[in-house]
């Protein structure tokens, strides 16, 4: 029998959570539940373990689509279900950092994000930018990717439209 503890940080389940730090694995009697528990205590423990169906992405909290707004624009980046860590500390599962694409479209799942113009990358883990933007309509996309610069694909995207007077 699989035993998880709750996480402190945000009162889930560990399994569930990605600053899992308390996981407890308790076998019951039984080969069959003590191979259970095990495979689950090293999936758990290794960080391999990522939910993607209970997270719900990227964000600009502070922003809503279609909001006319001046440049500087200051946006917040907020993740739900992966945690952000600087691409210095290198690939570990379940983490990575923001990127915002200008006027220009998301890469695939697994794809390099440029380093262009069009292509901001916040690898020191940054969570918030004040973004010069000329005046126009614009789309922001939210991009979140490892340390590698990978794309987590459209799961970890968001894409709004702002103008900018």
Same mark, same amino acid.
């Given at each position: 029998?699989?035993?998880?503890?709750?996480?402190?940080?945000?009162?889930?389940?560990?399994?569930?959570? &990605?600053?899992?730090?308390?996981?407890?694995?308790? $076998? &019951?009697?039984? $080969?069959?539940?003590?191979?259970?528990?095990?495979?689950?205590?090293?999936?758990?423990?290794? +960080?391999? $373990?990522?939910?993607?169906?209970?997270? &719900?992405?990227?964000?600009?909290?502070? *922003?809503?689509?279609?909001?006319?707004?001046?440049?500087?624009?200051?946006?917040?980046?907020?993740?739900? +279900?992966?945690?952000?860590?600087?691409?210095?500390?290198? *690939?570990?599962? +379940?983490?990575?950092?923001?990127?915002? /694409? /200008?006027?220009?479209?998301?890469?695939? !799942?697994?794809?390099? *994000?440029?380093?262009?113009? !069009?292509?901001?990358?916040?690898?020191?883990?940054?969570?918030?930018?004040?973004?010069?933007?000329?005046?126009?309509?614009?789309?922001?996309?939210?991009?979140? $990717?490892? !340390?590698?610069?990978?794309?987590?694909?459209?799961?970890? !995207?968001?894409? *709004?439209?702002? /103008?900018?007077?």
């Amino acid at each position: 029998m699989l035993t998880l503890k709750s996480c402190k940080p945000c009162k889930r389940s560990a399994a569930f959570c &990605s600053n899992q730090r308390s996981v407890l694995c308790r $076998a &019951s009697s039984g $080969a069959a539940n003590k191979l259970t528990s095990a495979a689950a205590a090293v999936v758990l423990s290794s +960080g391999l $373990a990522v939910f993607p169906a209970l997270a &719900s992405g990227v964000s600009f909290p502070n *922003i809503q689509s279609g909001a006319t707004v001046s440049s500087p624009l200051h946006l917040e980046f907020a993740v739900d +279900g992966l945690t952000v860590k600087p691409a210095a500390e290198g *690939i570990v599962a +379940g983490t990575g950092h923001h990127h915002v /694409i /200008i006027d220009a479209p998301a890469p695939a !799942a697994g794809t390099a *994000i440029p380093f262009d113009d !069009a292509h901001k990358h916040f690898g020191k883990g940054q969570t918030s930018v004040d973004l010069e933007l000329p005046p126009g309509k614009h789309t922001l996309t939210l991009q979140f $990717a490892n !340390a590698a610069h990978e794309s987590y694909g459209p799961e970890f !995207a968001s894409t *709004i439209s702002v /103008i900018v007077e």
